[in-house]
């Protein structure tokens, strides 16, 4: 009887071990291991936080502990550049809150200004690897810790990695850390896995919001003029569109080498003065009727050398809380003119949410960028698009 219930042990454990092996040779995602079991919280290494949005940032290292490492050419500490930011103190600026006009602010806005000088944090995660050798296009996603599944749509659809006619393309997110402060231990933990397993994600600490857009554009400029002032092109967009890889290398195909930047353009559009919208700024923040052109955030493409131009830019203004708008603040001060280009739809196809056309496929496959798309929709789309498709007629947009 002891003997069936060690052989029937062994059995057990054999089975498990190999399910284990098998979802780590898949890179099962985060969100599908070990689901619904709690897990016991490593403790928390001490890292100084900065408060921003009423908020204070904190988290641990789950990896670093470690003491092999899957792959030791990833190793920050070895290279000859780094992130020089390790340490935030960061306090509020209490000479402006003594202004009449600040005092009229909404408590956001008064919160933004009043850490507005706050301008780069420590590193939790990179990977300066990712530039080492020719790169050709570098696509760069915005995405926020919680939106796994996003993440994970792109990786299986139009940022892959890969090489193309000799043309090599690598993929980056870029996260801040989590907004809600309940759920920020355990999210990190996952983002740690995450990252262990795609080697993919660059990671500051300060706190994904919507006024913090602006942090994470300055914060990747920066990087970029450290690690990665060679790559030749970059796409950068949100984790919520459809983009055609092949499209834009063809696009590319025929641009001399000078300040590209190209886009969704919004040319003559005015500040929002209205408080219940999402993009509203007071007259005391922005008092100008018109905002310079700007490419919208969903997804533009720009030249290598520009971009390191716009870091050094970026440093001389104050940031502003629009992140795309701040480039196009950025652009103006360089006299770069963004342009606008038909194969970048981000508002969809067309403006209409419901028509019939922001979900046909054939339009798709023409353009470069289309906003917005959830993760399933997105899957669906990049099959249709890449199946035996058949369109009354191409829609010449390159």
């Avoid at 995660?125 to 792109?154: F, M, W, Y």
């Avoid at 993919?200 to 300055?218: A, G, H």
């Avoid at 990747?220 to 055609?244: A, E, H, M, P, Q």
């Avoid at 399933?376 to 829609?395: A, F, G, I, P, Y």
Wanted: aromatic share 12%; charged share 25%; net charge positive.
């Amino acid at each position: 009887m002891l003997r069936k219930k060690m052989i029937y042990k062994s059995v057990c454990l054999s089975f498990v071990l190999v399910i284990m092996v098998t979802v780590l040779q898949r890179g099962t995602a985060p969100s599908h291991f070990l689901p619904g079991q709690p897990q016991k919280e490593p403790p928390q290494e001490p890292v100084k936080a900065q408060k921003r949005d009423g908020v204070f940032s904190k988290t641990g290292n789950f990896w670093k502990s470690r003491k092999e490492k899957a792959h030791p050419e990833a190793d920050t500490e070895t290279q000859v550049k780094s992130w020089d930011v390790t340490t935030t103190n960061c306090t509020a600026n209490q000479n402006i809150s003594k202004m009449d006009w600040f005092k009229g602010l909404e408590p956001h806005f008064r919160q933004f200004l009043l850490y507005r000088h706050c301008r780069y944090f420590p590193m939790l995660i990179n990977h300066p690897e990712k530039c080492s050798g020719d790169i050709h296009l570098l696509i760069v996603v915005k995405s926020i810790i919680t939106q796994h599944d996003r993440r994970e749509a792109i990786r299986r659809t139009w940022g892959q990695e890969k090489e193309v006619d000799g043309k090599r393309i690598k993929t980056l997110f870029l996260l801040g850390t989590a907004s809600k402060e309940e759920e920020r231990a355990n999210y990190q933990k996952l983002l740690d896995y995450e990252n262990h397993i795609y080697r993919d994600i660059l990671q500051w600490d300060f706190l994904d919001s919507f006024f913090n857009l602006t942090l994470k554009e300055v914060h990747f400029l920066k990087w970029l003029n450290i690690y990665c002032d060679s790559v030749r092109y970059i796409f950068k967009g949100d984790d919520d569109v459809f983009v055609s890889p092949g499209n834009i290398l063809e696009f590319l195909e025929s641009k001399k080498e000078g300040d590209l930047f190209v886009g969704d353009v919004l040319n003559k559009a005015r500040p929002i003065r209205k408080k219940e919208n999402k993009y509203y700024i007071p007259s005391a923040l922005y008092n100008k009727s018109n905002y310079p052109p700007y490419a919208g955030g969903g997804g533009f493409l720009m030249d290598g050398p520009l971009a390191v131009k716009l870091h050094k830019i970026s440093e001389t203004l104050e940031l502003y809380p629009i992140d795309d708008v701040f480039l196009g603040m950025c652009l103006e001060i360089l006299k770069v003119a963004p342009i606008r280009h038909e194969g970048f739809k981000t508002f969809g196809i067309v403006k209409n949410k419901n028509s019939k056309m922001n979900k046909e496929p054939c339009f798709f496959r023409d353009m470069m960028v289309v906003h917005k798309l959830l993760p399933t929709e997105l899957l669906q789309m990049w099959d249709l698009v890449h199946s035996n498709l058949t369109c009354s007629r191409k829609v010449n947009v390159l």
